[in-house]
């Protein structure tokens, strides 16, 4: 059975239950939280997203390196929870020249339906220069 979570905007389905998501649109939030900034007073979450100098930073080469590492770590999370495996061949870091909006791009496969995805986030100019 494919990984369930709550549909964000949190709402309620036809049957007034909890609206649940899954499939793609899960598989990009759990992606999504796990690379987004760990900024929380939860003490048993600490340090399980890039971090904010990570998510703000990525015009910086070193960063965008530790931040494929650590995409590296988390696939191999994932793969250890069956959930995922990542293409490493496949992440890259692309520069449109016109609007310098940065893309991380990577595709990963989904262990339990065995469908391969493509994962993508661009990180405009106003966020890499302040």
Do not use: H
């Amino acid at each position: 059975m494919p990984f369930t979570g709550l549909k964000l905007p949190v709402g309620v389905n036809s049957s007034g239950g909890a609206a649940l998501e899954d499939g793609d649109s899960q598989d990009g939030k759990i992606i999504m939280m796990a690379l987004g900034s760990d900024d929380n007073e939860n003490a048993f979450q600490q340090g399980i997203g890039l971090g904010d100098s990570m998510v703000f930073d990525t015009s910086d080469p070193s960063v965008r390196g530790r931040i494929s590492g650590r995409i590296r770590q988390l696939f191999r999370s994932f793969q250890t929870q069956r959930r995922f495996r990542l293409f490493p061949a496949s992440l890259s870091w692309e520069q449109n020249s016109e609007t310098q909006d940065l893309t991380l791009s990577f595709r990963y496969l989904n262990l339990e339906t065995d469908e391969v995805n493509t994962f993508s986030r661009t990180y405009g100019a106003e966020k890499l220069n302040g």
